[in-house]
């Protein structure tokens, strides 16, 4: 795939969406850090439905350490693997306070040092909360750059070095939103919606349907 027709794919994601956004709720960067932490292997639905209950409760690093562990799992019992979560949850609120003052780090090593902090979250993290050109490559991502051909890789992080590199820098804050949410509700894993995709004639799909 060549530059001008990658450009062309981020013209139209954003003549389609000029303001994409994650799925997720939240109104601070501690906020967000705990929607992604959730949201490993978890609807955003589902985790939309337990912040809405947990962070009038509890929605900064203190006040959850003070509501603590056991009461954090009643709130998020409902999303997968919550045990852990609610552990790591926990290991992160005290060395968020400990360490950071009580904010979020806006650095990839300061954030990746954090309990259940993978790269993945780092991503969305310093994207969405601090506006970093950083792309987190999640299985839309993933599967929509393949598929596509935008940016074709086998493993996660050789797609995500492939679109830093080739995704044109006016696009690259929101470049994730739009090939999440593309992923998600058109270029879906079972049968991707060819038939009303924007892209149908800018994608390399070897099956698509015209």
Known sequence: MNAATRREIFLRLQAANPHPATELEYRTPFELLVAVLLSAQATDVSVNAATRQLFPVANTPQAMLTLGEEKLREFIQRIGLYQTKARHLMQT??????????AVPQTRETLEALPGVGHKTASVILNTAFGQPAIAVDTHVFRVANRTGLAPGKTVLEVENKLLKIVPDEFKHNAHHWLILHGRYVCQARKPKCGICTLND???YQEKEL
């Open 202 to 204: 800018l994608c390399e």
């Open 93 to 102: 609120c005290r060395l968020l306070v400990e360490q950071h003052g009580g």
